[in-house]
């Protein structure tokens, strides 16, 4: 399903079930900025663990980092953000609402400003002359709120990255090409957020840098691009007719070669439904050299075996971890009638999916909660996070597991008090399968990978 009402559905099931919550609603809410609740801080979790895994864990060439949110306002020279970071903004001049220009203009289909409806208020031609405006949130570090003191909320992971390129190079002993990956926060001042959490205000990113000789920088910006689409559809489960590249035409001032990967929402997001997740830049050797040039500071590679010295070129994948687990709930929520009612399931890759399974007892008696309460606490002692629950009618029990995504329900019945057989029920599938109480690990361990 891809349909116009998707994200509505989507807000209101996870505020349902506990995947996201709108931040401060008791005060009337905070301009798009969501706070995950039980549900989805685990989801997300298994997203940025998925994502560590492939890029640290299962590889010799990338290390792993966590720098400071708050850095030395000079590397946002160094970087552009200070001068580039920008969005051209209008206000209208009747209801004073702003709107970035190039939105404005695609959204109402006018060909310039003059002609162009305000959407809140519908006057035509009303607009303020557009003004630069800078994404980046500023604060002040200390007791002094001047200019002097003023630091940004960083706009991006990879800054942290670069600065410390060398660092990590040498106490790691890594030999280029190799990367550097991590995951953080992000802020950017947005001046039209929304669509759930698809653009809003903190966010998080998963980054990865990789440091190549230059001349082999064509080649290993194919490999990342090719990579990190297999990793959308064979990780994450994201369907592949809803997934496509689509490169830039126009180039940010420090790539040489850029992509975005799609995910296929609907709605108002994006290119006709069509919004990014993940980008993937050729940024040559700008930010090595801006480093280098704005710090004083030698940012040089040294290959000691080849006897040669060079700044290496960098390709960037950089992901966002809501994006993408906004993406995995896109994709995986469906409505289907089952015996005339709707039935409402989160068709979440098992080894994505928050809870693993429910276990419930068929009944309130004859020892059977004792039963399943005892596989539930076995389950989670083994790091399957599972959910016991007694209450309500079986079939509502399933109902509700099956919109929170959890994949698999033990349900243990009176063959399981006689001749310790629990039955195992398949969310997509809804097939039930009876199996021995012995062989409920390994079964449910081979399809949670
Ligand atoms: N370091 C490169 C960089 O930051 P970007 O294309 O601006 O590139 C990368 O951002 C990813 O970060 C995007 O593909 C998106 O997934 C995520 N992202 C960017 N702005 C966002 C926002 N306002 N809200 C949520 N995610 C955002």
């Given at each position: 399903?891809?349909?116009?009402?998707?994200?509505?559905?989507?807000?209101?099931?996870?505020?349902?079930?506990?995947?996201?919550?709108?931040?401060?609603?008791?005060?009337?809410?905070?301009?798009?900025?969501?706070?995950?609740?039980?549900?989805?801080?685990?989801?997300?979790?298994?997203?940025?663990?998925?994502?560590?895994?492939?890029?640290?864990?299962?590889?010799?060439?990338?290390?792993?980092?966590?720098?400071?949110?708050?850095?030395?306002?000079?590397?946002?020279?160094?970087?552009?953000?200070?001068?580039?970071?920008?969005?051209?903004?209008?206000?209208?001049?009747?209801?004073?609402?702003?709107?970035?220009?190039?939105?404005?203009?695609?959204?109402?289909?006018a060909?310039?400003?003059?002609?162009?409806?305000?959407?809140?208020?519908?006057?035509?031609?009303?607009w303020?002359?557009?003004?630069?405006?800078?994404?980046?949130?500023?604060?002040?570090?200390?007791?002094a709120?001047?200019?002097a003191?003023?630091?940004?909320?960083?706009?991006?992971?990879a800054?942290?990255?670069?600065?410390?390129?060398?660092?990590?190079?040498?106490?790691?002993?890594?030999?280029?090409?190799?990367?550097?990956?991590?995951?953080?926060?992000?802020?950017?001042?947005?001046?039209?957020?929304?669509?759930?959490?698809?653009?809003?205000?903190?966010?998080?990113?998963?980054?990865?840098?990789?440091?190549?000789?230059p001349?082999?920088?064509?080649?290993?910006?194919?490999?990342?691009?090719?990579?990190?689409?297999?990793?959308?559809?064979?990780?994450?489960?994201?369907?592949?007719?809803?997934?496509r590249?689509?490169?830039?035409?126009?180039?940010?001032?420090?790539?040489?070669?850029?992509?975005?990967?799609?995910?296929?929402?609907?709605?108002?997001?994006?290119?006709?439904g069509?919004?990014?997740?993940?980008?993937?830049?050729?940024?040559?050797?700008?930010?090595?050299?801006?480093?280098?040039?704005?710090?004083?500071?030698?940012?040089?590679y040294?290959?000691?075996?080849?006897n040669?010295?060079?700044?290496?070129?960098?390709?960037?994948?950089?992901?966002?971890?809501?994006?993408?687990?906004?993406?995995?709930?896109?994709?995986?929520?469906?409505?289907?009638?089952?015996?005339?009612?709707?039935?409402?399931?989160?068709?979440?890759?098992?080894?994505?999916?928050?809870?693993?399974?429910?276990?419930?007892?068929?009944?309130?008696?004859?020892?059977?909660?004792?039963?399943?309460?005892?596989?539930h606490?076995?389950?989670?002692?083994?790091?399957?996070?599972?959910?016991?629950?007694?209450?309500?009618?079986?079939?509502?029990?399933?109902?509700?597991?099956d919109?929170?995504?959890?994949?698999?329900?033990?349900?243990?019945?009176?063959?399981?008090?006689?001749?310790?057989?629990?039955?195992?029920?398949?969310?997509?599938?809804?097939?039930?399968?009876?199996?021995?109480?012995?062989?409920?690990?390994?079964?449910l361990?081979?399809?949670?990978?």
């Open positions: 399903m891809a349909d116009n009402d998707l994200m509505e559905k989507l807000v209101s099931l996870s505020k349902r079930r506990g995947y996201v919550f709108q931040s401060s609603e008791i005060y009337g809410g905070t301009g798009s900025v969501w706070d995950y609740g039980p549900l989805g801080v685990e989801l997300k979790r298994n997203v940025k663990d998925a994502w560590w895994r492939a890029m640290v864990h299962e590889r010799d060439d990338i290390e792993g980092l966590d720098a400071a949110i708050l850095m030395h306002p000079k590397v946002w020279e160094a970087s552009g953000h200070i001068a580039e970071f920008t969005d051209p903004l209008v206000e209208c001049r009747n209801c004073h609402r702003r709107f970035r220009v190039d939105t404005l203009l695609s959204e109402t289909g060909k310039e400003l003059e002609t162009a409806q305000c959407p809140s208020c519908g006057k035509r031609g009303e303020t002359e557009p003004r630069n405006f800078n994404l980046m949130f500023k604060t002040f570090m200390g007791p709120e001047d200019s003191n003023v630091v940004y909320l960083r706009p991006e992971t800054q942290g990255i670069y600065v410390n390129f060398l660092n990590v190079q040498q106490s790691a002993r890594q030999r280029v090409p190799f990367g550097i990956a991590q995951i953080g926060k992000a802020f950017r001042n947005e001046i039209t957020p929304g669509n759930f959490t698809f653009r809003t205000r903190e966010f998080e990113q998963m980054e990865m840098q990789f440091f190549v000789k001349g082999t920088d064509e080649a290993a910006f194919e490999e990342w691009r090719e990579r990190r689409m297999k990793w959308h559809t064979e990780v994450m489960g994201l369907s592949p007719d809803r997934l590249y689509h490169p830039h035409e126009k180039l940010a001032h420090y790539a040489s070669a850029a992509g975005d990967v799609e995910f296929f929402f609907g709605g108002t997001i994006g290119d006709e069509w919004g990014e997740i993940e980008g993937i830049h050729n940024r040559t050797d700008f930010d090595l050299k801006r480093h280098q040039e704005f710090s004083g500071k030698k940012l040089l040294v290959d000691a075996q080849n040669e010295r060079y700044i290496p070129y960098i390709i960037e994948t950089s992901v966002g971890a809501d994006r993408v687990t906004l993406a995995v709930l896109a994709n995986a929520y469906r409505e289907e009638a089952v015996e005339g009612e709707t039935r409402v399931v989160l068709s979440i890759k098992p080894s994505l999916a928050p809870l693993k399974c429910g276990v419930f007892p068929l009944v309130k008696k004859d020892g059977m909660p004792e039963r399943a309460t005892a596989i606490e076995d389950l989670r002692r083994r790091g399957i996070p599972s959910f016991y629950d007694e209450a309500g009618a079986i079939g509502r029990r399933y109902r509700r597991q919109e929170a995504g959890t994949p698999f329900c033990i349900t243990v019945d009176g063959e399981t008090m006689e001749q310790g057989t629990v039955t195992i029920r398949d969310r997509d599938s809804m097939e039930q399968t009876r199996l021995s109480q012995d062989e409920i690990v390994n079964w361990t081979e399809r949670l990978r």
